[in-house]
């Protein structure tokens, strides 16, 4: 009998333990590319710019450096807010916060893309995930492997083209997002927002992003342009997306980190 | 002995079960103020600048809209890299991501600073702080709440003046932190980082930022122009800070979000 108490009590104790340890409770992964020279963009934009404006010792005899910089909304790692496709969609600063940290999966479909560069991803490939992990749940943030990352940042290889203005618009060649698996996404699984390691959630070959059209009139934001996706399990982790809050912004420049659940993840080290 | 057992199972089952719930756990507040022409920047700095690229119905029948946007690294809410002041210091992209998300405090000098614009925060006032609330963790993020939130965006209120120009500075009165209080953080308490609701760590009459210096060459960096600090509690609470990711920056902007742990808040509700 006193044994039992004593069970119970140490149980609830390292439990609870758990339960309070230090934030964030897991191995912090960083799916955000840096802002420089080399940033991807689109064909049609220009890129991110750093100019120096101070570096050096003050007269005062204390170090200082600040800089400038200008960017389309659209490159690198960012987030396409829905009002870049939907004219009554929210901006970048109206997405709640809620919508932005969730916890995530990864549907790694990198074998077909990569022997497909126009590749779309399809509800079946959803459906072979779930097959695998179970339901994807309600508020889930969804990431698509395409395992395009590891061309970042040749634009040649993780584009289709290096070409720029409106011409190489035609020239991209990257997969995406199948219009039709957009719409089930969010109406069949209630996804909070979507992501992928190619510069647009449709393919490149698209000439009328049904897929930025499908999520963004439901308000289902989508990243582009993430890093790292490979490192990350198919399930059991959490996704931080905090975008620049620009305000009535289409979109903007986003840091995006993954925190994997050591309690699953580090079970099998 | 059955009864126990039973009592057993259901402990672990419910402490299971609240360590597994939906990741936030806990009531989201945004720290951050949009950036738009109202920005705040420093007296010698331009403002953020939105140009608008498109935004209307295209040819083919669906909406687009996408903005360029330019700005300065230091200005709205923001984060100073190490590197800000300090010629060995970290630059934005090199601050670990396990520094910027962390549990946090406030520490609410704001009757002292609301009655003295130039007050500086004192190792006495950590201290205040310490003796209701227990010693600060190592690790900790630290805000400083001087009450100045409540007059964003007005220049002349918030900093105290709306000149601009190199002239300007020496105009400037708000509150900070006192040098030798960021030594004793950093040194005796080993924070992970400071922010606070003005435009600077230092105070605005200062000339040599003392506190910049004393923190940035210690690896400590700062958040800056933060918003609704008054909507979070002493203690009980963990802080994202995201920065844009700038390749050799000297800080930029930062969304930072607070997440209020329910278990501690919800208690008295």
Redesign the interface.
């Known amino acids: ?1 006193k044994k ?2 004593l ?2 009590c140490i ?2 104790f390292f ?2 333990t ?2 309070w340890a ?3 409770k897991g191995r ?1 992964v ?1 799916l ?5 020279q080399q940033t991807i963009y689109w064909p049609t934009e ?1 890129g991110f710019v ?1 100019e120096k ?1 101070t ?1 050096g010792m003050t007269e ?15 490159g690198g ?1 960012h987030i396409d807010a829905p ?5 009554n969609g929210r901006t970048v ?1 109206e997405i709640p ?2 919508q932005l ?3 995530g999966i990864v549907v790694d479909v990198s074998n077909k893309a990569l022997q497909d560069r126009d590749y779309q991803v399809t509800v079946d490939d959803f459906l072979d995930w779930e097959k695998k992990n179970g339901k994807i749940p309600e ?1 889930t943030i969804v990431f698509l492997r395409t395992g395009f990352g590891k061309y970042w940042p040749d634009r040649l290889s993780y584009m289709g083209t290096d070409e720029r203005g409106k011409d190489a618009v035609g020239e991209l060649h990257f997969p995406g997002l199948h219009p039709q698996a957009a719409i089930w996404l969010v109406d069949s699984r209630k996804i909070k927002a979507v992501g992928l390691d190619t510069p647009s959630i449709d393919y490149g070959q698209s ?3 049904g897929s ?2 499908n999520l963004f009139s439901r308000n289902v934001p989508a990243l582009e342009n993430l890093a790292n996706l490979g490192e990350l399990p198919e399930k059991g982790f ?1 996704v ?1 997306a ?12 986003t ?1 995006v ?1 993954a925190v994997i659940d050591r ?1 699953l993840q580090d079970l099998t080290k």
């Not at 955000?32 to 420089?36: G, L, V």
């Not at 005899?61 to 600040?66: E, V």
């Not at 009002?83 to 004219?87: G, I, L």
């Open positions: 009998m039992l108490y069970l119970l149980s609830i439990i609870s758990g339960a230090q934030f964030p912090i960083d955000t590319y840096s802002f420089d220009s750093l404006e570096e005062k005899g204390y170090f200082y450096a600040a800089n400038f910089f200008k960017a389309p909304e659209h790692t009002h870049h496709f939907a004219k600063d916060l809620e940290m969730a916890e508020g000439t009328h992003f930025h059209v959490s931080i905090l975008p620049m809050k620009i305000k009535g912004g289409s979109g903007g420049p840091r980190v309690s």
